[in-house]
Structures are given as C-alpha cells and as structure tokens.
C-alpha cells in the first residue's frame, strides 16, 4: 500500500502563485509515475501534471507555462508549483502515484486539498 498526503492548498487572488506539496510513504516500486490531477464542481477529474522517476514530465495544455511539476526522489515527495492563477484552475487538487510492476499498474490518490483562485 501507498500512502498520499497533500498540503498547500488555499485561497489565492488572481495572477498569484500557489505550491502544492505530496508526501508519498509506503510500498513504492522503483518504476512510479507521481502527478497531479484536478477535479472542479460538475467536472470530471482531469490530468493537471505527471512527473517520472526519471523527470519526464507531461502537462495539460491549460497549465504549460504556468505550472511547473517536480519530485525528490530522495524524500518521495511530488510538487506543484502554480503561477499566474486563474479562476478557472479553481478545483480540488488530488496527488496520483502509479507503481509500475512489468504489465501491471498499482494507481494511489491522495484525499485532496481545494485550491480556490478568486477574480
């Protein structure tokens, strides 16, 4: 089992800068992915950021530019940092593990902290 904890949530104006941290402990495989993934009223959850062990990152469109996703390794821990917030990148934002293990996936999510960016 994979243990996932976020912090760094909170309410931010418009154009400022948030930074989300995720505390990962547990039974975590050598081949992982960590991301981050967002889910805002009346939407589905959606991909923001995912990072590699080795540091391929990806990033929805909405975001590149603005979000930069990062890990330590060392301290399996996962980051997102977010600039120049918008209103609409208000959701609740949930850290994702995936252990990978030859063909098989393990995923873990973690319970969330809301980030509100207000106009």
């Known amino acids: 089992q994979v243990q996932l904890v976020e912090s760094g949530g909170g309410l931010v104006q418009a154009g400022g800068s948030l930074r989300l941290s995720c505390a990962a402990s547990?039974?975590?495989?050598?081949?992982?992915?960590m991301g981050w993934y967002r889910q805002a009223p009346g939407k589905q959850r959606e991909l923001v950021a995912d990072?590699?062990?080795?540091?391929?990152?990806n990033y929805v469109d909405s975001v590149k530019g603005r979000f930069t996703i990062s890990r330590d390794n060392a301290k399996d821990m996962a980051y997102l940092q977010m600039n120049s917030m918008k209103p609409e990148d208000t959701a609740v934002y949930y850290c994702?593990?995936?252990?990978?293990?030859?063909?098989?996936?393990?995923?873990?999510w973690g319970q969330g902290t809301q980030v509100t960016v207000s106009s």
């Open positions: 994702n593990l995936k252990n990978y293990n030859l063909a098989t996936k393990y995923e873990y």
């Open positions: 547990g039974n975590i495989f050598s081949v992982n992915t």
């Open positions: 990072i590699s062990r080795g540091g391929n990152t």
